[in-house]
């Protein structure tokens, strides 16, 4: 069995959860926009969220990299008692220090409101307020799940993390569901709350009843890693904190623009956001749990061509997804969005700024396997460059078009600076590990950009054939599934006839996992 099917059927399961995990995010879109909108209220709610999100990340904004990284070195060389000694020191100094970031995030929230949001109107910056409070609670519980599934990742774990997320979509999803309008915009963090609590409860249950589990709280000021993983904290946390400094500059600069525009820019972000996430979890979690052993290992040829993997697999999936979607983009947000007080105007413009967001899929998707790849090999200081120069590179195009363009001016600045920096921190990965083979990687993109497209136009022409009752949206729905199926099926078939081999593996998958239902159906019946 080679090495990439074996990567891909440890993700096959994964992919499951994932994919239904998502759905239900999807499903949360419909139903925000269905009670709030594009209105004030839910804009005070985006600002406030993404305030919590930036002081969280000042503690764990890449707590899994450092804890996973150094847990796997000090277990590797050192044995499990060393590994858990440094686990006890390192989360409680996190904990610590989340407690203290907490209480300054929760006193000072009017201020914060204020600064990251000047152009909103004295009414929904009071609104704001309240909900940053609120929110500031969530952080908590996402510390919780962030040091559990750390653990368990560590331990090559990838189900249970997965599953505890998926309980907190449900759970999120339900309380939208039971309070709906009863307490307004305020049932957004009270359902983001009992989320996190649902979603840590449970991974902590899973990591109480490990074998291995030996933590304890504790600080050993004497182990030799805690110097160098603050270090690292405080590094890749700013490199968190820079990395949403993009999305701050850009709403600021939305928030002096007419009501509704920051949360017209927020519902395109969260269609690519959703995508990405898949990504991550699917395809990069593994391949980063592979690239830090082989970096403490010091096998580059390896970590190479894990490397390169996670590109090639990245594509396969990212390409035809982002063609797809941009096509038929207004019929997929006419779906996910229009109901309630979430009018066709509003789907319109949600499109028209997907448009331009669109390049953002790609430098997001990418990015993912990229930073975790810098991440993997220690090289933080080369990643916190690059992070700085998005921010700066997103501020001069939203300088450039903001006034021209409004928000699609922001929207194209945001899919532009990620598309750029992305390309560069390809460039500097490759100098690191000795090179890549430019030609076939080159020769493999340009198959997989062909492929999407043709398949892409294919679902599209297929979508606007039909042309009956358009109105309703269970058609709508069958019109979609069968573009891309379609669509799909004539992916795989050009991928095939181009001899892109990373296709071939997933059909080897595809086949194994339904010969072995069927094997199991037969010996129950």
């Not at 969005?337 to 700024?353: P, Y």
């Not at 922001?410 to 560069?424: E, P, R």
Request: hydrophobic share 60%; proline share 2%; with cysteine.
């Amino acid at each position: 069995m080679t090495e990439e099917i074996r990567i891909l059927k440890t993700t096959s399961v994964l992919s499951i959860i994932v994919v239904i995990t998502k759905l239900l995010q999807v499903l949360f879109l419909p139903l925000v926009a269905s009670l709030f909108g594009t209105g004030g209220e839910f804009e005070s709610f985006i600002i406030a969220f993404s305030i919590s999100t930036l002081f969280s990340a000042l503690v764990f904004g890449s707590f899994n990299t450092v804890f996973i990284t150094m847990f796997l070195e000090y277990k590797t060389t050192e044995g499990e008692d060393s590994a858990w000694k440094f686990a006890e020191s390192i989360i409680t100094l996190v904990a610590v220090a989340f407690g203290i970031i907490l209480f300054i995030g929760i006193v000072c929230s009017a201020d914060l409101f204020s600064l990251f949001a000047p152009g909103t109107s004295q009414a929904f910056k009071s609104i704001g307020t309240r909900l940053t409070r609120l929110l500031f609670m969530v952080p908590f519980f996402t510390l919780l799940l962030s040091v559990g599934t750390a653990i368990l990742y560590s331990y090559k774990s990838f189900i249970v993390p997965n599953v505890a997320v998926l309980f907190g979509a449900i759970v999120l999803v339900i309380t939208i569901l039971a309070i709906k309008g009863g307490i307004g915009i305020y049932v957004m963090p009270l359902s983001l709350i009992l989320s996190g609590v649902v979603s840590s409860m449970t991974i902590l249950f899973f990591i109480a009843r490990m074998k291995n589990s030996r933590f304890r709280f504790g600080f050993d000021f004497k182990h030799p890693g805690i110097k160098r993983a603050v270090w690292m904290l405080c590094s890749i946390s700013a490199i968190g904190i820079i990395s949403q400094l993009s999305m701050v500059v850009n709403r600021f600069f939305a928030s002096y623009l007419p009501e509704g525009n920051i949360a017209v820019l927020e519902y395109a972000y969260r269609v690519i956001w959703i995508v990405s996430e898949v990504l991550a979890v699917v395809l990069v979690v593994p391949l980063f749990q592979r690239m830090s052993v082989e970096s403490v290992l010091n096998q580059t040829g390896k970590l190479r061509d894990t490397f390169l993997l996670g590109i090639k697999m990245t594509a396969v999936v990212l390409l035809p997804l982002t063609v797809f979607i941009l096509l038929l983009r207004v019929p997929i947000f006419e779906l996910l969005l229009m109901h309630g007080k979430f009018t066709m105007h509003d789907t319109n413009e949600v499109s028209s700024v997907f448009l331009y967001l669109s390049l953002a899929m790609i430098g997001m998707g990418f990015g993912q396997i990229i930073g975790n790849a810098f991440f993997a090999v220690q090289k933080i200081v080369p990643l916190f460059a690059l992070n700085c120069a998005l921010v700066v590179i997103n501020a001069l195009f939203d300088l450039v078009f903001f006034r021209a363009m409004g928000v699609r001016g922001i929207a194209l600045a945001i899919g532009l600076s990620s598309c750029i920096t992305i390309g560069i921190a390809f460039w500097i990965f490759g100098r690191l590990v000795g090179g890549f083979e430019g030609i076939k990687l080159s020769g493999f993109m340009l198959k997989s950009f062909i492929a999407s497209l043709l398949s892409g136009v294919s679902g599209w022409l297929l979508f606007h054939s039909f042309s009956l009752f358009t109105v309703w949206d269970v058609w709508l729905i069958v019109k979609l599934c069968v573009s891309v199926a379609v669509s799909g099926i004539l992916y795989v078939m050009l991928m095939s006839v181009f001899r892109v081999g990373e296709i071939n593996f997933a059909l080897d998958i595809i086949k194994g996992k339904i010969a072995a239902i069927w094997r199991d159906a037969n010996e129950k019946s």
